[in-house]
């Protein structure tokens, strides 16, 4: 019914929650892959984040953003790209190259190792590789959760190229064989600057942009479609456990397949579906939830440097015998630190937004007083 829509729906923040609880799962899996914790048959309990922030959440934050897709020229679209995501991809990547050689040498007080292995790093950003890769022989270490920006950058470029080119009747056939190729290619060699998982995610945009262009998200779903959806979402559960491993677009890594991809597209709309339903929700934790959501930019920017630059192994070496007391206390530092520099960066933004406002104002009353 047209009274019981939720009222975030089209609006600026009817992502916010589902990138905040986005953010809190990615921070929690990467702790957490530092201590798995074995059950009975060598299950981890730590494995349930992993599969939560791989499967399900980063298909839906990549649909998200599609939803938010607007066809322009490819030039514009590039334009666009490269100011919203490279500026921060490019301080992040300063950021902690710089703070990983001040950390290496804290922790080994071995200066030429520290700047070998921090050249490492700056040239896995350098090339902006998802994973660690030996390219000539040179070993280069991953960009961290960064490779989520460069991907979404270069899907969008892709996306936009195929809308501009393609008759609309065969958009569809145009996204599925640039994801075949992206998926291929990941079997075959490591690209750079994340292109490989760029094009394995146009898919995932697509379906946001489609979900806006026909309202999927302003009504209840089909039957059929919910059945159809919810069938993917289990036959990916299913894929996990036979396999004991996690789809991860990052890695190249898919349990089905190809298929995976289009499976884990189903379980990532129907967390923005069950998202979308929590929207009415206003308690304390829902607005802290859209709060984080609000600043993920700026939380996954800077647990990218936190946890590359901080050595978080020899941290939990210290933990083998307690690990679930290591994963807590890792998980308080790391929260607490992202969470004092986003409010430094608040803070410095308010300062800026009204500093401008200040230079304004004075300029307005400059010419009143001229006149006098």
Known sequence: ???????????????????????????????????????????????????????????????????????????KCIQQQLRALLKPYCITAV????????CHYMAF??????????????????LGLPHTTTYAGQQFFSTGPMWYL????????LLDAILNIFPEKYTHWAVLG?????WGTTLVWELPFSLSQGAVIV??????????KNRWLDKPLPRRTLYILLGGTALTAVGALLAQSTDCISMGEWTLGPLSILLDAATGFLFIRLFMRLNRFTGPIAQGLQA??????????????????????LFAAHFTDHPLRGMLLQNVIAFTSIGLVCALLNLRRSWIVKASAARRQAQRRTPALSQH
């Open 95 to 102: 950021c902690t190259s710089l703070l990983h050689l001040l």
């Open 292 to 313: 984080i959501g609000r600043n993920s930019l700026n939380i996954f920017c800077i647990h990218t440097v936190e946890l590359i630059a901080i050595p978080w192994y």
């Open 150 to 157: 460069l991907s979404l950058l270069i899907g969008w470029v």
């Open 1 to 75: 019914m047209e009274g019981t829509r939720p009222s975030t729906v089209n609006s600026i923040g009817m992502f916010d929650m589902l990138k905040g609880m986005g953010m809190i799962a990615i921070v929690l899996a990467h702790t957490a892959e530092l201590y798995p914790m074995q059950i009975s048959g060598g299950l981890s309990l730590t494995a349930f984040f992993p599969f939560i922030y791989r499967e399900a959440l980063m298909a839906a934050f990549f649909i998200a953003s599609g939803y938010g897709f607007r066809k322009r020229s490819i030039g």
């Open 203 to 212: 898919p995932y945009l697509y379906i946001g942009y489609l979900a806006k």
């Open 109 to 126: 007080h071995y200066f030429p190792s520290s700047v070998t292995e921090t050249l490492k790093v700056a040239g896995g950003f350098l």
């Open 178 to 182: 640039l994801m075949l190729l992206g």
